[in-house]
């Protein structure tokens, strides 16, 4: 209670967290918010201005493009919070085995860990696409397989320092099982730091989303997503460079609002950070 008090008392959490769950809503409601299908091309209607009818213009088909702007929002959205849930729970497991067992499975899991670190992530993102082909479910595997080792080296640092504390040594001594060592008396001292890492990499996960779209490497035409409207726009910068605007700013702000919540969240979380 006492922490939803403090959420609350933050009026950055509260209005950055009204703005996403609106953009989120408006995702999910796609077929009800939208005035158009996303994928209804009329070539007579192309680069429309803006109007009643078309609030944000039409693109190159003569599409909707604030229709494809909400749906897609489904798409990025859903796309990035899979990545960093399949990131979370990986690196989560793993860093909580690592620190709290030690011996040969610290060393098994950490050495992994250091051999995935020491590759560049993008690259690595691109040669897991290149063996695998072009689909959304290889992008989300790919980001996956780079970004687990950064969440399992945090957890297990985190783990190392609360595995000696009385509680835990206590909870030993009485016979608790190590799961439930690990589940009630650990994971919810280190949820906070995973919460913050989580909300704050979230904008990278859209990014790297959108960026791999861009590319021609992720989410496919004629599906709505960000990235991949971008690249559409781009075709069109220098005759109709209000195509490139919307999208634009829907990656900027949604990176922008996620990046402003884990701030505020840490805040939140660790007062002391704010000195």
């Keep these: 209670m006492r922490l939803g008090r403090r959420l609350l008392k933050s009026k950055t959490i509260v209005g950055i967290g009204l703005f996403l769950i609106l953009i989120t809503a408006m995702g999910i409601f796609a077929p009800w918010v939208s005035p158009h299908d996303p994928l209804e091309t009329n070539i007579s209607l192309k680069f429309q201005g803006f109007s009643a009818t078309y609030p944000m213009g039409t693109d190159h088909l003569g599409r909707c493009v604030l229709s494809r702007l909400i749906y897609g929002v489904r798409t990025t959205l859903y796309l990035s919070a899979l990545t960093m ?3 979370i729970l ?5 860093g ?3 620190g709290y067992f030690k011996g040969v499975v610290d060393e098994i899991i950490m050495r992994t860990v250091d051999i995935m670190l020491s590759f560049p992530s993008q690259i690595m993102i691109f040669a897991v696409i290149a063996l695998l082909g072009v689909d959304v479910k290889n992008v989300i595997m790919a980001t996956v ?5 950064w969440y399992a080296r945090m957890v297990r ?4 320092q609360f595995r000696e504390r009385n509680f835990v040594l206590y909870a030993k001594c009485v016979g608790s099982r190590t799961s439930y060592i690990l589940i009630r008396h650990i994971l919810p001292n280190i949820a906070p730091e995973i919460a913050v890492l989580a909300t704050l990499d979230m904008g990278w996960s859209i990014i790297n989303i959108s960026t791999l779209s861009f590319l021609g490497m992720g989410v496919q035409a004629p599906t709505p997503e960000w990235g991949a409207m971008l690249s559409e726009a781009k075709n069109v910068m220098t005759s109709n460079p209000l195509q490139i605007l919307a999208p634009s700013l829907a990656v900027v702000s949604v990176v922008s609002a996620f990046n402003a919540f884990g701030d505020a969240l840490r805040d939140v979380l660790d007062p002391k950070e704010v000195f």
């Design 85 to 87: 849930i399949g990131t």
């Design 96 to 98: 909580l085995l690592s």
């Design 90 to 94: 990986i690196g989560t497991v793993l």
């Design 145 to 149: 397989l780079v970004k687990w080792a």
């Design 157 to 160: 640092t985190k783990v190392l």
